[in-house]
C-alpha cells in the first residue's frame, strides 16, 4: 500500500530557521536559540492578543524575537517574504488535493473502492501484527510534544475520501539523563554555591542572648531583664553571570541548572544575569533578552552589595579555538569595571584547550578554573574572598 502524508509545517519555522542563517553569514552573530523557538511555540498558545492576520503573527515574533542587534526593517521583510511563500504554499497543497480528488470521483466506482478499502484494512492489520513494538507518536505525551495542532492529510491511493488527523509536532525529546553527563555532580554542585551563604544580624530581637543575660547579672548582681540579639540570617548574596549562545549551546542544561539554583535559595541580593560573550551595553535578565539593563544600572547594584560576589560561566572563546581580539579587549574593558569585587570564572571547557584561544588572554585578568570538583570549589573560595 502506498502511504502519502503531507504535513503542514512547523509554525513559523522556516521563518526562524531564515532568521538563524541572516545572523550567521551576514550579522555574525547568533543570538537566537532553539529556546527563542520554544518561546514563540507558548506565545502560540498563551497569546495575549488574537492572531487573526499576518500582522498579529509579525508582532508576535517581533515581541520574541527582535533583538538589538537586528535591523527592524530587515527582519520584516524577511517576515513578509516567509508569509507569502508560505500562502503560496498551501494553495498549492489544496489544488493538489483538489485535482486528485476529482480524478478518483470520475474513475473509481464505488464497488472497486469497497474491494481496495477491504484490501488495506486487512495490509494494515497485517503490517501491525508484524511490528507490534514500532514506536508511536501519542499526543497526550505532555513532556514531550507541544499542545499547538496541526492537521495533515493522509491519503490512500485508490481511496475517495480523504481523512483528516491531527497530531502534535515533537519539539523536544529526552533520549537519556543528562543530569549523568554535567562536569559535576549535581548534588556537589549545589552544595558548592551553597558555601558562599553570608550571614547577617538584620532580623528581630528574638533570640537569647546568654553572654548578654550573664554581663547583665554581673553589671547588676542579679538578673533585671533577659538580654536578645537579632536573629541570624542566611543569604546567598551571588550575581550569576551566565554566557548564552553559540558555543555556549552544549552547556545549556547545566547553566540552567545553576541558575535554578540560584533563584530559588537566593535573596533579594541574588541575581541571574545573561550575556552574549561580553557584555558590552547590556545585560538581560532572561536568555530572551526580553528584560535588559544597561551596564551603567548593573554596576550600580552590584555596589549596592560590595564587595558583591561575581560567579562568571562561559568558554571564553576556548570552545571554537580560536583567539578573537575584539572579544578579548572587550573582556579586558569590561573585567577592570569590576576590580571592587571578587570575581571568579568558571570555564567549561578543559585547562588543555585553553591555549592560543581568547582565554588564554583573559585568564591573565581574571582567575578562572575550569569546570572541575577542585577548581570549582576553589572558584567559591575565591569569590568568598579566601583565596
Excluded at 105 to 119: A, G, I, M, P
Excluded at 189 to 213: A, C
Excluded at 221 to 244: I, K, M, N, P, T
Excluded at 275 to 293: G, M, Q, S, Y
Amino acid at each position: 500500500m502506498d502511504q502519502k502524508t503531507a504535513h503542514l509545517p512547523l509554525p513559523l519555522f522556516d521563518f526562524f530557521q531564515n532568521l538563524l542563517d541572516w545572523e550567521k553569514n551576514e550579522l555574525q552573530r547568533v543570538v537566537l536559540t532553539s529556546e527563542s523557538y520554544e518561546v514563540l511555540m507558548d506565545g502560540l498558545k498563551n497569546c495575549p492578543f488574537p492572531l487573526e492576520t499576518p500582522d498579529d503573527y509579525f508582532r508576535l515574533c517581533k515581541l520574541l524575537w527582535l533583538k538589538p542587534c537586528h535591523d527592524e526593517v530587515a527582519f520584516r521583510q524577511r517576515f513578509d517574504s516567509y508569509w507569502t511563500h508560505l500562502v503560496a504554499q498551501l494553495e498549492a497543497q489544496k489544488k493538489v488535493a483538489e485535482t486528485k480528488k476529482q480524478k478518483k470521483s470520475e474513475t473509481v466506482s464505488s464497488r472497486d473502492l469497497e474491494e481496495k478499502q477491504e484490501k488495506a484494512k486487512s495490509q494494515k492489520e497485517e503490517t501491525a501484527l508484524s511490528n507490534p513494538t514500532k514506536p508511536t507518536v501519542s499526543a497526550t505525551n505532555e513532556n514531550e510534544l507541544t499542545d499547538f495542532w496541526v492537521s495533515f492529510e493522509q491519503n490512500t491511493e485508490g481511496v475517495e475520501s480523504t481523512a483528516t488527523a491531527s497530531v502534535a509536532p515533537p519539539v523536544r525529546f529526552s533520549f537519556f539523563d543528562k543530569n549523568k553527563f554535567l562536569p559535576l555532580d549535581i548534588r556537589r554542585l549545589y552544595q558548592m554555591l551553597l558555601s558562599v551563604r553570608r550571614i547577617s544580624f538584620d532580623g528581630e530581637r528574638s533570640d537569647w542572648d546568654f553572654d548578654g543575660s550573664l554581663n547583665n547579672i554581673i553589671r547588676n548582681g542579679y538578673l533585671s531583664e533577659f538580654a536578645y540579639r537579632r536573629q541570624a540570617r542566611q543569604w546567598l548574596g551571588v550575581h550569576l553571570l551566565l554566557d548564552y549562545g553559540g558555543s555556549m549551546v552544549a552547556f545549556d542544561h547545566f547553566s540552567d541548572l545553576m541558575a535554578a539554583f540560584v533563584q530559588e535559595v537566593g535573596n533579594e541580593n541574588s541575581f541571574v544575569w545573561y550575556c552574549h560573550n561580553t557584555p558590552t551595553d547590556t545585560v538581560f535578565r532572561d536568555k530572551n533578552e526580553l528584560d535588559a539593563i544597561t551596564l551603567d544600572e548593573w554596576f550600580k547594584i552590584l555596589d549596592n552589595t560590595a564587595p558583591a560576589q561575581i560567579l562568571i560561566f562561559s568558554d571564553a572563546g576556548a570552545a571554537r579555538g580560536y583567539r578573537s581580539s575584539d572579544r578579548i579587549e572587550a573582556t579586558q574593558a569590561f573585567l577592570s569595571k569590576l576590580k571592587k569585587h571578587r570575581i571568579a570564572w568558571v570555564n567549561p571547557m578543559p585547562l588543555n584547550r585553553w591555549s592560543g584561544t581568547s582565554a588564554a588572554d583573559i585568564e591573565k585578568k581574571v582567575p578562572m578554573f575550569d569546570a572541575t570538583d577542585a577548581n570549582f570549589v576553589a572558584a567559591m573560595q575565591k569569590i568568598k574572598g579566601k583565596n
